[in-house]
């Protein structure tokens, strides 16, 4: 339950540090940190408009999208404490169960019949894809490492205590926040704020979502975030006592959002026709990571 | 625990005594392939009513299905060779046969021709197989098997016989007569032959496994790796296809990779005498086996009830096919969560077990293997992720949008009788989802049966409680769903609700030929995939000075890397140099006469001279 309230928490504050960052770094003052959940509120008080093409599918998408989250969600554990699900192999479920929620987000975005969106479900289906295999290769590698198979055992018996491990916690960290950039449809992928529909991944994806239904899927992406997030602190928090953990958590997750919004500043996005091969890297440092280990449980003779 | 049954016959002078057992290995492919065919039969009543085919050939098609049927549960049953070999060869004519239904149509009758002698090339390996052991043990019985891999080595004979159950399953680089048959035949038997037939090859090799004694390990090593490409090459190859029943086909190549993921692993389990892999390896290909056949037959028959409305199977024709025939669609977007392998469907189960004994390998294996399982689970999960991107494109094409072609007649809703076996087995679906426990005792006793592993069953229990857990979890997460589905329709009640146009992003004349196609869906992956899935395109450039253009076509379609590269140059060498012996058979009747009386001069010296009795 404790990783759930801190997800919870962290989800408040994120999105809100992210664009107060980018509003600094470019010299404007920004709106307050809460306003993206007080956008959401308002979402949620406010009727919807369809598009005349779509079907029951585009009116469920968003439900099953945000149940999806809610539920990988579960799976998180915080430290030592278990999330409310924990049982071997649950990082598997939990990136099927993410899976199904882009499949009904993608075939929402078909369902309205617009080749923007339909580009944008394209690239979101070819992109995670992509992203796939480096999260499978670096839990895999985690799994060996700790001898067990569910997060909470695994996190729990990480011990950073070599040089080596340093290394491998810093490309780990690197490949989840990239995941999670993949995920959220953020900065080196992809741009939130682009203003062409051409070149947009997820936005143009919930262009004809209104109401409720977008008040939902924004409020599972701000979930996402934080879930990733909990992810990375994991990797360092091991077997460290609750006040220090919690507090480790907090930071973590707001270094992150700073993060996200000074590289969503001075960064620009990487050309579409190069975001598969960007992609692709990180499962070349995943497998760094599993050389890594093999180093360090001296497999190599 | 329950007792084989038993009984044997006298079957010619050549096979002698032929021993029919039926274990709990052939009882659960005979469940797999009654069930499939009561519901194929009960479709395909209903699919065949718009043929309005004469009395005669609809007779001749059920009694070909009923000998399909017949020979399938035979092929389960018998243990001796020579007689297998009999059932196996009727199983493959009739089901060639019922692929000719439509045998007007050139291109069924080459799909039809190139099943047929692909399965025989398997028929080959397979008797060359058996005459070896029969060679050395005197014996056509597969009791004789065993006893002739106690002896002698084990890797060879079983490659063989892998090679020749292989082509049947669909491994690649034997699976290239699978996307020409499955579209050709008609629907039911297509979900047939999807279904079953090709999982009779899984049947053999795991039969071929219960009398494996040695090279566990190696085995296991090849056949992980042959699945995991076949697996990779059979999802990418679907990701791009736009035939509908072609890539369904594909997919079954894919599943064909996942099952043998579990087998190998299985293997290797035997191989390091590690418990949990073998029992999470077989178990949890025993249990795609019967999952596939679940829903691969669904979407089949799905594809069918699309095809009968709309007469075409190219998906760029489709779109807004969720109006006109709802249901249809419900059971199409079933299908394919399931087939991704997404909870909380039937197909997540299996491929759970399947994922847990990979990491399970992971942990307990020397680096060579570990390598080999890290490397498969990320090659999963990119079969995951592409099976995501081709079932998006397959039902978005089709059921979502706009009509994008104006078809000759508006497509309806199938009658009732084609829905019910659909939806029959959707309800199987969903129990072997949320009680997978009761399949898994199954699954179990026959565990016991492929290889008696020594140690406690308490092992496998723990696999069950756990895959109960994951359908509990299923269970949660559609309640979540449930939950907040309810907390939306309550909140929205009172609320306007408008209708509009599709926001255009600012383009105000669009239309349905805009709409972003199959083919420009998956196309940014075959850009990346060149080299594997090879695109043929069909245009004719513009010629310099042509001021006033005439009117110009444009084709594109994906070819098969191996039935390019491999089957097709093999075949092109063997008709070439058959060439050279064409003089042999030259027409004139004086010449074979020759040949007569030269064999028979032949005899007469050979038995002069003692050399033959």
């Known amino acids: 339950m404790l990783s759930v309230t801190l997800i919870l928490l962290a989800a408040l504050f994120f999105t809100g540090i992210i664009i107060r960052t980018k509003s600094l770094a470019s010299g404007r003052k920004g709106p307050g940190i809460m306003q993206p959940i007080r956008d959401v509120l308002r979402l949620f008080r406010k009727g919807t408009v369809y598009s005349e093409t779509t079907s029951f599918v585009f009116q469920l998408a968003p439900t099953v999208y945000f149940a999806s989250v809610v539920m990988a969600m579960l799976v998180v554990p915080f430290g030592q404490s278990k999330g409310v699900l924990s049982f071997n192999g649950d990082f598997i479920f939990f990136a099927y169960v993410l899976a199904l929620g882009k499949f009904f987000s993608i075939i929402a975005a078909l369902d309205t019949g617009s080749s923007f969106e339909g580009m944008g479900a394209s690239r979101e289906a070819l992109y995670s894809m992509f992203a796939e295999p480096a999260f499978f290769i670096l839990m895999g590698s985690l799994a060996l490492l700790s001898g067990h198979t569910s997060f909470q055992e695994i996190f729990a018996s990480l ?143 | 625990m329950f007792q084989p049954f038993e009984m044997t016959f006298q079957f010619g002078n050549f096979a002698g005594e032929v021993l029919l057992r039926l274990d709990g290995l052939s009882s659960w492919f005979i469940l797999i392939i009654n069930f499939t065919v009561v519901t194929g039969f009960f479709y395909g009543t209903g699919y065949l009513k718009s043929y309005q085919l004469s009395r005669a050939k609809r007779s001749m098609h059920w009694i070909l299905f009923l000998f399909f049927h017949l020979s399938m549960l035979f092929v389960c049953m018998i243990q001796n060779g020579f007689a297998f070999l009999v059932v196996w060869e009727i199983m493959s004519l009739t089901s060639m046969m019922l692929v000719l239904f439509d045998h007007e149509n050139p291109k069924t009758f080459k799909a039809a021709i190139n099943y047929f002698v692909q399965m025989h090339i398997g028929v080959t390996f397979l008797t060359i197989g058996f005459i070896w052991v029969y060679n050395q043990t005197g014996s056509f019985s597969f009791s004789a098997i065993q006893t002739y891999f106690q002896t002698n080595q084990n890797l060879w004979l079983f490659l063989l016989f892998f090679v020749g159950f292989g082509i049947k399953a669909g491994f690649i680089p034997f699976h290239s007569w699978l996307p020409h048959a499955h579209p050709a035949a008609p629907a039911h038997v297509s979900g047939v032959m999807s279904g079953v037939i090709v999982k009779l090859g899984i049947y053999g090799i795991l039969r071929m496994i219960t ?28 990701a791009v296809h736009r035939d509908f029943k072609r890539m369904l086909a594909y997919c079954t190549i894919e599943n064909i990779g996942v099952i043998g993921i579990g087998i190998g692993i299985g293997l290797m389990g035997i191989g390091i005498n590690n418990a949990l892999m073998y029992y999470l390896g077989f178990g949890g290909a025993l249990l795609h086996v019967l999952n596939h056949s679940l829903f691969k037959s669904l979407l089949f028959y799905a594809a069918g009830s699309i095809y009968q409305q709309t007469h075409t199977q190219n998906m760029e024709n489709l779109g807004g096919l969720i109006k006109s025939m709802p249901k249809t669609a419900v059971v199409f977007l079933i299908g394919a969560l399931a087939i991704g392998g997404l909870p909380p469907l039937n197909g997540f189960v299996s491929e759970f077990l399947i994922y847990n004994g990979l990491v399970a ?51 309806q809703e199938v009658s009732m009788r084609m829905l019910v076996p659909q939806f029959v087995i959707i309800a199987l679906m969903l129990s072997v989802a949320f009680f997978p426990q009761v399949y898994l005792k199954f699954v179990g006793t026959i565990l016991v049966m492929i290889h008696p592993m020594q140690s406690d069953p308490s092992m496998f229990d723990s696999i069950v409680t756990a895959s109960m857990r994951i359908s509990l979890y299923s269970l949660l997460l559609v309640g979540i769903v449930a939950a907040t589905w309810l907390i939306r329709a309550s909140l929205l009640k009172n609320r306007s609700i408008k209708a509009g146009a599709t926001w255009g992003c600012g383009y105000v004349a669009p239309n349905q030929r805009q709409q972003y196609t199959g083919k420009s869906f998956s196309k940014p992956l075959s850009k990346i995939f060149n080299v594997l899935v090879i695109e043929k395109k069909q245009f004719e450039e513009l010629k310099q000075g042509e001021i006033f253009p005439a009117r110009k076509s444009y084709g594109s379609h994906y070819q098969d890397l191996f039935e390019k590269k491999l089957i097709l140059p093999l075949a092109d060498w063997m008709v070439n140099s058959a060439n050279y012996f064409s003089f042999i058979q030259n027409g004139r009747i004086q010449s074979y006469v020759l040949y007569g009386i030269v064999f028979v001069l032949a005899m007469i010296l050979l038995s002069i001279f003692n050399i033959v009795a």
């Open chain 2, 361 to 411: 390998g992971v942990n307990s294996s020397s680096i060579s293997q570990t390598i080999l399982f890290v490397l498969t689970l990320a090659g999963m999960s990119l079969v995951g992720g592409l099976s995501l991107l081709t079932f998006t494109k397959s039902f978005g094409t089709i059921f979502l949008g706009q009509p994008r072609t104006k078809l000759d007649h508006q497509p």
């Open chain 2, 211 to 238: 009398f494996l004694q040695a090279d566990f390990l190696l085995l296991g090593e090849i056949i992980l790796t042959l699945s995991i490409l076949t697996s990779l090459y059979g999802i990418l190859n679907a």
């Open chain 1, 159 to 301: 011990h950073i205590g070599s040089q080596i491990s340093y290394a491998m916690a810093a490309l780990a960290t690197f490949v989840l926040l990239m995941i999670a950039m993949i995920e959220n449809s953020r900065m080196p992928i992809d741009d939130p704020k682009t203003h062409l529909e051409l070149t947009m991944v997820h936005e143009v994806m919930i262009l004809d979502n209104s109401g409720f239904d977008l008040g939902l899927i924004l409020t599972a992406g701000y979930l996402k975030f934080a879930l990733y997030g909990a992810l990375i602190v994991n990797l360092f928090i091991g077997v460290i006592p609750y006040q220090y953990a919690i507090s480790a958590f907090f930071g973590i997750q707001f270094l992150m959002a700073v993060a996200i919004g000074l590289i969503e500043s001075f960064m620009a996005r990487f050309r579409m026709s190069h975001n598969p091969q960007f992609i692709v890297v990180l499962t070349s440092v995943s497998l760094l990571i599993f050389f890594g280990v093999l180093l360090i449980l001296q497999k190599f003779i």
